[in-house]
Nanobody
């Protein structure tokens, strides 16, 4: 079992920045992948970014490419999502998720943290 706890959400003006944190604990391994997803009101949950635990390989969704950065700090068992140049359309509940390997379904989820971007 893997536990994920997000933090760092809040209210920010357009153009501002936020950093989300995801504390990872439990039975993880070198092959694990940790990702960030988001769900806006009335919309489907969508993929934002992911990072492999061992090699730090990253992948981003097109809407956030160049603005968001995902990275992990292995010593702290934490994955971060640095969000810059935020836009109102980034407003959503952001979820951290984990899976056992690339291509596998994300099976562990955090409780989510709200990000609101105002004009």
């Amino acid at each position: 079992q893997v536990q994920l706890v997000e933090s760092g959400g809040g209210l920010v003006q357009a153009g501002g920045s936020l950093r989300l944190s995801c504390a990872v604990s439990g039975r993880t391994g070198e092959s694990y992948v940790v990702g960030w997803f988001r769900q806006a009101p009335g919309k489907e949950r969508e993929f934002v970014a992911r990072v492999t635990w061992s090699g730090g390989l990253t992948l981003y969704a097109d809407p956030v490419l160049g603005r968001f950065t995902i990275f992990r700090e292995r010593a702290k068992n934490t994955v971060y999502l640095q969000m810059n140049n935020l836009k109102p359309e980034d407003t959503a509940v952001y979820y951290c998720a984990a899976t056992q390997g690339l291509g596998a379904k994300f099976e562990y989820w955090g409780q989510g943290t709200q990000v609101t971007v105002s004009l």
